[in-house]
């Protein structure tokens, strides 16, 4: 039994909070100044509304209720949306203590100019060296986690008794955790994933739009040329900020791609692309669902230009370049295969 | 322009046959005592039963006529199923020769009381040493190719200028080749993966047998993480075989194993065992469907008894072990995902 303050009332964040409530803790969501609306369906009913789904009553605060939210509390949680680190870091900041674990379900990647960041270690500047916040990742889609459909999650941190701290709290019979110490690894595949599972999708637009059934077996070689190059693409990039081969080989890198592909927003933009829309006519089709792998091709595009021009990256990452020129640059799709895995 | 004789008629060995001939080669099929239906078939109309596609109109011949289908043959492809491996290798010995490549569709291992073989060695014990049979595998169902879906496929042999004249006959515009040296690797992924996929594949029936409708989306998690483990399982058998880790992170390991997933029978096989189906009941459910993925059970149950009595495998293997209970033994499905990554 543990009292846990998640800050952010996003998809994911409250899912987590599922597996929390089921192993008896004290569990408290409090929204983001964007976050109010969810915060009162929550309160009125249980319903989160991007969820769709009645979740166990735990207490739900306003954003400027934080400090009620965090008294007594053991671990932190972040649950807001990439756009939302530093507001998050600033709001947990008076509470921050070396004895209260920080965990986030947040996702993503900055590009300083010079070097990529991961969120974990965003939130780390803000707020302290002495911090490790974990990262939880893994194939794990909100709307399962939160129907208790059986999953499988990975914790990485540097500090082990702050990743054990957060495996504990976290366990249950249908929530399996493991534990990694390659935060790094492990974030840049979370992140990654997003980009690469919107090119695998390609390939069920292209079918369509050749005119095969939608569903139908037909380009599935295609698919999955582009997910062993995505796998590659991946591990490369990891090994150029420092992460480990097996985090790509594991539940963080293929794994949350396998999913991401199969049950995910990215599949669904993927599609609509392959079928030859221009990307602004995509994201409009998508009527304002989080499109996370646009942020990340972006961040992706600043990093590996600042790395072949210091001749940091000489290697060629086709795939993830071909993705960009069609989501940010409206280029038809061209998958380059040829260039693959060199 | 080369001459190329494949033997055996099956699906995956008549579907490379369409880019052999796109390429202009002069390409002959000769069926096993087997294929003489397929045979009839393919020489009346061109139409290949399993396939049920109508192929372009290569030469196809009756096993017993295997001497005019080799006259002037320049590449020996074998596409015939595992079980026939020893019948086609007696069946090319006397056209053998160290000029004429072998490149080989057929997949599968065998395991000689201690080690575990892979058939392009098969092969090469029946020839002789100076042969050096080159594997095609790679994310490739044997349909899409055959329809010219645009494919990327892997040829792996130890001697180079073989692999190259192999992949030099095969590429086209919509079959992309990449060349390997990792025969060990490359051949006990694809092996690997059609027991794998199987497992991968219990989510969906469990879902449905837990009430989810067909085709909705609620146990992608599950299937996801035994994504997962299964390409942490093939990278450490990978590796007691002598095989390479980049192998299984391409399009031979994530690759093959991913299109398997998604258009292959181990999937529809899978399936039902994850409805509670006993082994038994759904290999009579498959309506006779070859079911690769039970003599890779088999053969791995075998070579795994044997290594961990010699202590050559000392780790775990909770997913093989489990798909062999579930598909050999009967046992109900119990995923033992805390036993999974150690």
């Known amino acids: 039994m543990a009292v846990i303050t998640m800050v952010g009332a996003s998809m994911m964040g409250c899912a987590v909070c599922v597996p929390l409530c089921d192993r008896g803790h004290d569990v408290r969501v409090v929204g983001t100044p964007f976050d109010r609306k969810t915060v009162e369906s929550l309160r009125a009913t249980g319903l989160h509304p991007a969820l769709k789904l009645e979740l166990p009553r735990f207490a739900a605060f306003f954003h400027d209720d934080v400090g009620a939210a965090m008294e007594g509390c053991e671990v932190i949680a972040l649950g807001v949306g990439s756009a939302g680190i530093e507001w998050a870091t600033d709001a947990i900041a008076p509470f921050a203590t070396s004895s209260r674990p920080i965990v986030m379900v947040t996702k993503g990647l900055r590009c300083d100019g010079t070097d990529l960041l991961v969120l974990p270690d965003v939130v780390r500047t803000g707020l302290g060296e002495r911090f490790h916040p974990v990262a939880l990742c893994g194939p794990c889609i909100a709307g399962e986690i939160a129907r208790r ?6 914790v990485a941190g540097r500090d082990p008794s702050s990743r054990a701290a957060v495996a504990a709290v976290l366990r249950t019979p249908y929530c399996h955790v493991f534990e990694s110490d390659d935060v790094v690894g492990v974030s840049v595949c979370a992140a990654l994933k997003n980009a690469y599972a919107m090119g695998c999708a390609f390939g069920i637009g292209l079918h369509e739009k050749n005119g095969g059934r939608a569903g139908s077996v ?6 999955s ?9 991946m591990q490369r990039i990891v090994r150029l900020c420092g992460g480990r081969d097996d985090t790509v080989l594991g539940l963080a890198g293929v794994g949350d791609l396998d999913v991401t592909n199969n049950g995910g927003r990215m599949g669904r933009f993927g599609r ?15 009527e304002g669902a989080t499109l996370e792998c646009l942020e990340i ?3 992706m595009r600043d990093a590996t230009t600042a790395w072949r021009g210091s001749g940091r990256l ?3 990452l086709p795939l993830l370049d071909h993705l960009a020129e069609v989501a940010l640059d409206d280029a038809p799709v061209a998958m380059p295969f040829d260039a693959f895995f060199r």
């Open 272 to 286: 609509l692309l392959g079928l030859g829309l221009p990307a602004t006519e995509a994201i409009a089709a998508m």
């Open 218 to 223: 037909a380009m599935h070689n295609y698919e």
């Open 225 to 233: 040329a582009v997910f062993a190059q995505a796998a590659f693409e």
């Open 297 to 299: 091709l972006r961040v």
């Open 149 to 154: 459909a059986e999953s499988c999650v990975v």
């Open 314 to 316: 000489s290697e060629p």
